[in-house]
Each structure stands twice: as structure tokens, then as C-alpha cells.
């Protein structure tokens, strides 16, 4: 089991910038996807932003242009830049790692709330 450890999120204002950092306990640029999904109340869990195998990218329609996912070597980790914050923004965001012939790991989810 992947040892995750999320970091970041709480509560940001409208038209700021969201910063999350999700550090792995497996080597980050080693595995089939590294990525961020999140779910607001009362809808499902969806795809922000993700990393593939051979650095291939994948970003939620709602998020394009304002979203940055990259994995930093000296923390291990995969981190979630989110600009331009808007209400709708608001929700659990999770870091998921799936390693290469293994099941995907979760982690335990950052509250995110952006204030207008």
C-alpha cells in the first residue's frame, strides 16, 4: 500500500491561487499516473489534473488554462497549481497514485473552500 501525504488546500479567496502537494512513499516518476481528482457535496468524484506514463497530461474542461500539475524530484511528490480560484472550485480534493501493475492509492482528502 502507498503511503500518501497530502498537503495544501483550506480556505482561499476568489481569484487566488491554490496551492496541494501529495508526497509519495513510491518513486513519483515511476508510476502509471500521479494525480489530483476532487468531489464537491452532493456530486461525484472528478479528474482535475493527472500525469501519465511518458509525462502525458489530462486536465478537467473546468480547470484548463488555469491549472498546472508537475512532479517535483526533491519532495517526491506531485503537485496541483490552481489559479484564478472561483466558487465552484470548492470541494475535497484527493491525491490518487496508481503504481505500475498495483491498485491505486488514495489519499485521505484536503477541504478546499474558495470565498467570493
Known amino acids: 500500500q502507498v503511503q500518501l501525504v497530502e498537503s495544501g488546500g483550506g480556505l482561499v479567496q476568489a481569484g487566488g491561487t491554490l496551492r496541494l502537494s501529495c508526497a509519495a512513499s513510491?518513486?513519483?516518476?515511476?508510476?502509471?499516473?500521479a494525480g489530483w481528482y476532487r468531489q464537491a457535496p452532493g456530486k461525484e468524484r472528478e479528474l482535475v489534473a493527472r500525469?501519465?506514463?511518458?509525462?502525458?497530461?489530462n486536465y478537467a474542461d473546468s480547470v484548463m488554462g488555469r491549472v498546472n500539475i508537475v512532479r517535483e524530484s526533491n519532495k517526491n511528490s506531485v503537485d496541483l497549481r490552481l489559479d484564478n480560484l472561483k466558487p465552484e472550485d470548492t470541494a475535497t480534493y484527493y491525491c490518487?497514485?496508481?503504481?505500475?501493475?498495483?491498485?491505486?492509492?488514495w489519499g485521505q482528502g484536503i477541504q478546499v473552500t474558495v470565498s467570493s
Open positions: 490518487k497514485i496508481v503504481p505500475r501493475d498495483q491498485d491505486a492509492s
Open positions: 513510491v518513486n513519483i516518476f515511476t508510476v502509471a499516473e
Open positions: 500525469i501519465r506514463t511518458g509525462s502525458r497530461t
